[in-house]
C-alpha cells in the first residue's frame, strides 16, 4: 500500500537526473553535490552553478527535515488519480543542505494537520517492484 | 519621441471561446486574421509586415504564416523561449528590438491557440521538465505546481482566500462591460466564488483562467513610420524579459529559486529596468494588466512590479484598488485570463493599447501609463509600459 496508486505516471528522467532515482532503489536518499565546491542541489543539474565545475558527488540526505509549502489536490488531471483525491503534494527542504527542494508527499498525516515549518521523517515506499520513491511523515 | 521609439499601431484579435466550442480551421488560421486584422487596423497592407514573433512554443511558426497571408519578403522571425505564458510581453520586447535596430520596419507579435486542438494546458502532459521529480507524487499542472507559491504567500504574509477572490471578482466584473469576453454575461459573487470547487488548495475553480481558442497580434513599427499609418501610435516607454538566478522551471517544477525568494515571481530586477528605461515609478502608473494565469501569482506579480508592497497584495486588492471605475489603479479592465479569454496574455497588450487610445470597455479617464506583465511563475517573463502619443 503506498500514498498514490501503482499506476501514477513516472516520465522518464533526464540523464542527470537518473542516478537520484538509482540510489533510491537502494533505499538511499542522495542529492547531488559538487565535487570541488560542496554545494548541493536538488533537483539535479548539470553543472554547479557556484563554480561551474562538472564534477558530481552523491550526498546522503543530513539534518532535520521541514515542510516548505504544500497543496492539497482536488482535481488531480491525471485519470488514474482520481480515487485517491484529495491527496496532498509537499515541498520540504533540508537546513542543512540549502539547494535541496524535494517534491513529495507527506504520509500518515490528515491533511487538516499539515502545518508549514513541521518537522518530517524519511519512509520509502514502493508503490511497483523496483520502483522506491521517498515519502515523509510526521516526526513523532 | 524618438524617431525609431518602437509603438504599437495596429491591433487584432479573432472571436474568443470556450476550448471545447468547435474551432473553423486551426491555430494557424486563427494566427493568420489575427495579424490581418491587426494589419488592417493599422492601415498597413498585409505584405509589408516583415518580421514575425511569438512566445512560448507558439505552433503557428513564421515561414507558414509569411506563406499563408502573402509576406513577400521576411526580414526577422523569432520567439521568446517557452516558459508558458511568460513571454507575452517579451515578444513585443523583440518586435521593439527589432523596428528600433531597424532590422526589420514592421513586426507583428502574434498569438493563436485551438486548445481543443493541440490539448489543454490543464491536462496531463508527460513532457514536463523535471517530470520526474513531480508526476510521481501526482504533481502534474500549472494550478497544483503554482498553488504551492500561494499557500506560501499565505504563510509568510496572512494573503486570505477572499482576497485571492477579490482579485477574480475584479476581473470578473471589468469583463462584463467587453463584448469579446468569454465570461460576458455570467457574473460572479464572494459567495460563489468561496463555494466553488477547490482544484488545488488554496486555489479553487474561479482562481484559475480560462481555456479558450482564439488568437490576438500587435502591429509594431517606429514613431517615425508610424506617422503613415491610420491609427494613433502608441509608444512602447519600455520593453523587458528575462529571468532571475537559479529560477529553471522555479514554481513549474523545479522550485530552485532561493527560499527568500520563493514568494516572488523573479521579476525585481525587470521591474527595476523596466521603470528605468521608461523614466517613471511605479506610482505613476494609471492602469495595468496583469497575467492572471491564477489570482495569487498574478497577486505577487503586482507585488514584484511595485504596484503595492511586497506582501501587501491581498489588503491592496481586497480594498478595491483594482476595481474598475473607482479604484486607484484598475487591473485587467478587459477580463484578464479570468475572465476575457486565455491568449496567453498577448490580449493583455491589446487591452493596454486600447486604454492608450481612449478605447477600453472599462476606459480609466486620463490614463497615460499603462503597465503589461507576462506570465508569472515561470522563466522568462516579462514587461511592457505603454504611454501616449
Ligand atoms: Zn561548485
Redesign the interface.
Known sequence: MSY?PAE???????PW?QAF?DFCGQRSLRFQGCARCGVV???P?PVC?SCQAFEIEWLEAEGDVEL???????????PD?VQ?T??N???V?FPRMQ?V?????IVDCRNDDLR?GMKLSLVWEEPTPG?V?PRFRPRV | MKPNTPCIVGIGQTAYTRWNQPVEGSDLQLACQAVLSAARDAGLPARDIDGLTSFGGDVSDPPMIQASIGIDELRMSAMVWPGGGGGSCGSVDLAAMAVSSGQASYVVAMRGLAQGQIGRFGRYSPNWRHGSFTHPFGLFAPPQLLAMVVRRHMHEYGTTQEQLGAFALACREHAQRNPAAVMRGRTLDMETYLSARIIADPLRLYDCCLETNGACAVLVTTWERARDLAATPVPILASVHGSSGGWAAGPLGSYNMSLERFTTVGAAHLARDLYGKAGVSPSDIDVAQIYDNFTGVAMIAMEDFGLCPRGESGPFVASGAIRWPHGALPVNTHGGNLSEAYIHGLNHVVEGVRQMRGQSTCQVDNARLCLVTGGPGPAPTSGLILGRA
Open positions: 498514490l501514477t505516471p513516472f516520465p522518464e528522467p533526464a537526473e532515482w542541489r536538488h533537483p543539474m552553478a516548505f509549502t504544500y497543496t492539497i489536490i482536488h482535481h488531480p488531471t491525471h488519480l485517491a484529495p491527496y503534494a509537499a515541498l527542504i539547494g527542494r524535494l517534491v513529495t508527499n508549514i520502483r520513491l
